[in-house]
């Protein structure tokens, strides 16, 4: 829908240049006329007819055919000089064919009398047109690229907006919802009584509750970060999730070599794996066994979180963690991506995939 939206607007817009164009010729081709220097023939509404109307349909028709052939060389990977060789090839086709249109519908149209067809004044016509023709095309090619370009950094500006957004949406919700004042409080009294139990243990919990406000509060203003940062913030959040789960709670990490500089969506996986460990628990499963596996498969990185809990009923419903997850993998890649939550294959747990292409 909007892709028709923008060719309507660029077919307008080439349009009015085509109609600016067409009434600057015809004033010009009018004062000669009226002067008597040129086509005093014809009477002043063929003139109208043959150098204006049709005019202005035979340009509308090769305006059409521009913006089609333009588009197509936008969207190819070609070099400058294969694209200018190619644009010069179409003007000259299009220079010759539409003075054949010109003639066609002189000869159909109009019924003009083909035995008082002079070929020397068409060939004339035809050369004598050639600047004409050039500079037509060649603007309206300017025309269209120069609109592909600031629609294109229109879009980029936009999607920067939208992602410095959704950065601060998930340093929000992670806050709000992943680190909420029942989780704060159930770590706080874990190290309470962890302080008179394990000493060492409590201080390693805190340091690790600690360092993970840090890395959230002070998160660098992207959306990408190595994968390597990602587990190491993933890593604190696990140690401290393992004390208030206890022994009930076993998270296991995969992952395969030399992926350590892959860039992945900043804070990506920490709403992923809460709601594994959320859902995953229930009355017949309480003890709660995660294995995440990343590794590459061809370009693609592929992102696992498996568990053994309560598998999903039939209406499943994203919460706001995981919806805000799929915006920003649509940001960020459009449809260049997967993410999925389904059943496990024996019926016991749940898995989460998430394949998306490899950055570095």
């Known amino acids: 829908m909007m892709k028709e939206k923008n060719d309507k607007k660029l077919f307008s817009i080439l349009f009015i240049f085509t109609l600016v164009y067409s009434n600057i010729k015809i004033a010009k081709q009018s004062y000669f006329k009226f002067k008597g220097y040129a086509l005093d023939d014809i009477s002043w509404t063929n003139f109208f007819i043959e150098y204006y109307l049709t005019d202005i349909l035979i340009m509308t028709m090769l305006l059409a055919l521009i913006l089609f052939l333009t588009k197509k060389m936008i969207h190819k990977d070609f070099s400058r000089y294969a694209i200018l060789s190619v644009h010069l090839f179409f003007a000259a086709v299009t ?7 010109y003639y066609l519908y002189r000869f159909t149209i109009l019924e003009l009398n083909f035995d008082n067809f002079n070929w020397n004044e068409a060939v004339f016509n035809i050369v004598n047109y050639s600047d004409r023709h050039f500079m037509f095309y060649f603007v309206n090619v300017f025309i269209i690229y120069t609109y ?38 159930n770590t706080l009294n874990s190290i309470s009584t962890l ?16 360092n993970l406000l840090r890395d959230i509060l002070f998160l660098k203003d992207t959306n990408l970060m190595p994968l390597s940062v990602e587990m190491k913030i993933l890593k604190r959040y696990i140690d401290i999730m393992s004390i208030r789960f206890s022994d009930h709670l076993k998270v296991s990490i995969h992952v395969e070599d030399n992926l350590g500089d892959v860039l992945i969506p900043s804070l990506i996986l920490q709403p992923i794996l809460e709601n594994s460990i959320k859902h995953g628990y229930s009355y017949d499963s309480t003890d709660l066994k995660i294995d995440i596996d990343i590794f590459q498969k061809e370009s693609n990185l592929h992102i696992e979180v498996i568990n053994n809990g309560e598998p999903l009923s039939e209406n499943i419903k994203y919460g706001t963690g995981l ?20 059943n496990r294959k024996d019926k016991i747990g749940v898995i989460t995939q998430m394949i998306i292409p490899i950055k570095s």
């Open 148 to 185: 592909f370009y600031i629609n294109k950094s229109s879009q980029i500006e936009l999607q920067k907006a939208q992602l410095k957004q959704q950065l601060t949406n998930v340093q929000v919700n992670v806050l709000k919802y992943q680190l909420h004042p029942h989780f704060f409080f």
């Open 323 to 342: 919806k805000n997850t799929v915006d920003r993998l649509i940001t960020l890649y459009e449809n260049n991506f997967i993410f999925s939550i389904e």
């Open 195 to 210: 302080i008179e139990t394990d000493a060492k243990l409590a201080q390693n919990t805190l340091a690790d509750f600690s």
């Open 95 to 101: 220079w010759v064919l539409a003075y054949v249109i």
